[in-house]
C-alpha cells in the first residue's frame, strides 16, 4: 500500500516546479493529523464530494429547469465537467492534479435553485444586507455553513483550496484588484469553467432548439470545427455532427490554454510555486486569437439563448419564486426549519442572512414544492 509520504514523494518527482507540492501545503486553520496513505488535497477533494452542497448540485440548473428535460446538464454535472478539463490541463501541465480537482468540484457551491436567475434575485432581497454572490457562498459553504466535524464547522480545507475558491470569486468581481497571483491549479480552474460551460451549453441550446446551425455557422469558433467534423465525416447525423464538433471545440480551447500557458511560463521565466505568485501577470490564459473567437461565441450565446423568451420566460417564474419564498420567511420565521430558525431566534445570524442561506441552499425541486405548500392552500404541508 502507497503511505501518504510515498504519494507526496512521488509528487516532488513527477510535478512541475512550479506545482503546487502537497508537501508543502500552509495547512489547515484547524490543525488535524495527517492521513496515512491520502495526500492533504486528496483529503479536500473527497471532503467537497461528500458534502451536503455538492450533492444537491445534482438538482439545480445549469441553463434549463430540471423539469425540461433529463438531457440538460445540471450544476454538478457542469462541475464534473469542469473538474474533467481543469484535470486533463494539470496533468498535461505537471500541475498538482488533486489541488485542481478540489477546486473544481467547490467553485460552484454556492449556486442557488434556478442557476444564475434564483442568484439575481436573491442578491436584489439582499441589497442592503450585503448582497449576495455565488461565489462568495462557495466560500461561506466550505468555511462555515457545511456542518459536520465535532470540533470547527465548515470543512475545514487547506489553504490552498481555499485560496483557489476564493480567486474565483476575485477574477470576476474585483479584476485588476492588487495582491500576489493564486496558484497556477487556481487559475486553470477558471479557464476550464468557461470552456465547459460554453461547450456544453452549445450542445443543450441545439438539443432544445434555442440555437441551430445555420446560425451558429456565423461564429468563427464554431463554423471551423464544424466544416472540420463534416469534410471527415460528411454521411455524419446532425446529433454525431453536433457532439463532434463541440468536442473539437473543446479540444481546441484546451489546446490552446496548454499552448499560450506554457509560452507564458516560459517568458516570465517561472521556476517555482514563488514566481507564479509573483508573476506580475496570470500565466494560464488563452492567446489573443482565441480569446477574441472565444468571446464572439460567448456573445452569441447570449443574444440566442441566455436571452431567448424560453428562458426569460422561466426567469420570471423562478423570480416569484424565490420573491414568495422569501418574504413568506421573513414574516413569520417559525414556518422555518429547525436549523434556521434556531439560528434566528438565537440571534446566531441575521434573519434576512439565514434565510438568503437556506433559501440558497434548496434545490430546484425542492423550491418548487417549498413554495406550492406554502401558497396552495390544497397542498399537504
Same mark, same amino acid.
Given at each position: 500500500?502507497?503511505?501518504?509520504?510515498?504519494?507526496?514523494?512521488?509528487?516532488?518527482?513527477?510535478?512541475?516546479?512550479?506545482?503546487?507540492?502537497?508537501?508543502?501545503?500552509?495547512?489547515?486553520?484547524?490543525?488535524?493529523?495527517?492521513?496515512?496513505?491520502?495526500?492533504?488535497?486528496?483529503?479536500?477533494?473527497?471532503?467537497?464530494?461528500?458534502?451536503?452542497?455538492?450533492?444537491?448540485?445534482?438538482?439545480?440548473?445549469?441553463?434549463?429547469?430540471?423539469?425540461?428535460?433529463?438531457?440538460?446538464?445540471?450544476?454538478?454535472?457542469?462541475?464534473?465537467?469542469?473538474?474533467?478539463?481543469?484535470?486533463?490541463?494539470?496533468?498535461?501541465?505537471?500541475?498538482?492534479?488533486?489541488?485542481?480537482?478540489?477546486?473544481?468540484?467547490?467553485?460552484?457551491?454556492?449556486?442557488?435553485?434556478?442557476?444564475?436567475?434564483?442568484?439575481?434575485?436573491?442578491?436584489?432581497?439582499?441589497?442592503?444586507?450585503?448582497?449576495?454572490?455565488?461565489?462568495?457562498?462557495?466560500?461561506?459553504?466550505?468555511?462555515?455553513?457545511?456542518?459536520?466535524?465535532?470540533?470547527?464547522?465548515?470543512?475545514?480545507?487547506?489553504?490552498?483550496?481555499?485560496?483557489?475558491?476564493?480567486? &474565483?470569486? $476575485? !477574477?470576476?468581481?474585483?479584476?485588476?484588484?492588487?495582491?500576489? +497571483?493564486?496558484?497556477? %491549479?487556481?487559475?486553470?480552474?477558471? =479557464?476550464?469553467?468557461?470552456?465547459?460551460?460554453?461547450?456544453?451549453?452549445?450542445?443543450?441550446?441545439?438539443?432544445?432548439?434555442?440555437?441551430?446551425?445555420?446560425?451558429?455557422?456565423?461564429?468563427?469558433?464554431?463554423?471551423?470545427?464544424?466544416?472540420?467534423?463534416?469534410?471527415?465525416?460528411? &454521411?455524419? $447525423? !446532425?446529433?454525431?455532427?453536433?457532439?463532434?464538433?463541440?468536442? +473539437?471545440?473543446?479540444? %481546441?480551447?484546451?489546446?490552446?490554454? =496548454?499552448?499560450?500557458?506554457?509560452?507564458?511560463?516560459?517568458?516570465?521565466?517561472?521556476?517555482?510555486?514563488?514566481?507564479?505568485?509573483?508573476?506580475?501577470?496570470?500565466?494560464?490564459?488563452?492567446?489573443?486569437?482565441?480569446?477574441?473567437?472565444?468571446?464572439?461565441?460567448?456573445?452569441?450565446?447570449?443574444?440566442?439563448?441566455?436571452?431567448?423568451?424560453?428562458?426569460?420566460?422561466?426567469?420570471?417564474?423562478?423570480?416569484?419564486?424565490?420573491?414568495? =419564498?422569501?418574504?413568506?420567511?421573513?414574516?413569520?420565521?417559525?414556518?422555518?426549519?429547525?436549523?434556521?430558525?434556531?439560528?434566528?431566534?438565537?440571534?446566531?445570524?441575521?434573519?434576512?442572512?439565514?434565510?438568503?442561506?437556506?433559501?440558497?441552499?434548496?434545490?430546484?425541486?425542492?423550491?418548487?414544492?417549498?413554495?406550492?405548500?406554502?401558497?396552495?392552500?390544497?397542498?399537504?404541508?
Amino acid at each position: 500500500m502507497r503511505t501518504r509520504e510515498e504519494l507526496e514523494n512521488i509528487e516532488l518527482q513527477v510535478l512541475a516546479p512550479y506545482a503546487q507540492q502537497s508537501k508543502t501545503s500552509q495547512g489547515r486553520h484547524y490543525a488535524e493529523p495527517d492521513h496515512p496513505y491520502r495526500t492533504i488535497f486528496q483529503r479536500d477533494r473527497d471532503r467537497v464530494i461528500h458534502s451536503t452542497a455538492f450533492r444537491r448540485l445534482q438538482y439545480k440548473t445549469q441553463v434549463f429547469v430540471n423539469h425540461e428535460g433529463d438531457y440538460y446538464r445540471t450544476r454538478i454535472t457542469h462541475t464534473l465537467e469542469v473538474a474533467q478539463i481543469a484535470g486533463s490541463i494539470a496533468r498535461a501541465l505537471r500541475l498538482n492534479q488533486d489541488l485542481t480537482e478540489a477546486v473544481a468540484l467547490a467553485h460552484d457551491l454556492g449556486h442557488t435553485p434556478f442557476g444564475h436567475s434564483g442568484e439575481k434575485v436573491l442578491n436584489e432581497l439582499m441589497k442592503n444586507d450585503g448582497g449576495f454572490e455565488h461565489n462568495a457562498q462557495s466560500y461561506r459553504i466550505v468555511t462555515y455553513l457545511e456542518d459536520r466535524y465535532p470540533l470547527f464547522q465548515g470543512l475545514n480545507l487547506s489553504y490552498e483550496v481555499l485560496e483557489g475558491i476564493d480567486k &474565483h470569486r $476575485t !477574477r470576476y468581481d474585483r479584476p485588476g484588484g492588487a495582491g500576489e +497571483q493564486y496558484t497556477l %491549479e487556481a487559475q486553470i480552474v477558471d =479557464l476550464a469553467d468557461e470552456t465547459a460551460y460554453t461547450a456544453h451549453d452549445l450542445d443543450d441550446g441545439l438539443t432544445s432548439g434555442l440555437l441551430n446551425f445555420e446560425g451558429l455557422n456565423e461564429v468563427p469558433l464554431w463554423k471551423r470545427n464544424f466544416d472540420k467534423v463534416k469534410s471527415l465525416y460528411p &454521411h455524419l $447525423t !446532425r446529433d454525431k455532427i453536433k457532439y463532434q464538433t463541440v468536442r +473539437q471545440i473543446i479540444d %481546441e480551447l484546451v489546446t490552446d490554454i =496548454l499552448n499560450h500557458t506554457m509560452e507564458r511560463i516560459g517568458k516570465f521565466n517561472v521556476m517555482s510555486v514563488q514566481d507564479v505568485r509573483q508573476c506580475p501577470e496570470e500565466l494560464a490564459a488563452f492567446s489573443d486569437a482565441c480569446r477574441v473567437d472565444f468571446l464572439t461565441m460567448k456573445k452569441y450565446l447570449f443574444d440566442n439563448m441566455y436571452r431567448h423568451p424560453r428562458v426569460t420566460r422561466m426567469e420570471t417564474k423562478v423570480a416569484k419564486v424565490i420573491q414568495e =419564498l422569501f418574504h413568506l420567511y421573513e414574516a413569520n420565521p417559525d414556518i422555518l426549519p429547525a436549523t434556521p430558525r434556531d439560528k434566528i431566534k438565537n440571534k446566531v445570524e441575521p434573519t434576512r442572512r439565514v434565510i438568503a442561506d437556506y433559501i440558497a441552499g434548496m434545490t430546484d425541486r425542492y423550491a418548487i414544492e417549498e413554495f406550492e405548500k406554502l401558497t396552495e392552500p390544497s397542498m399537504r404541508v
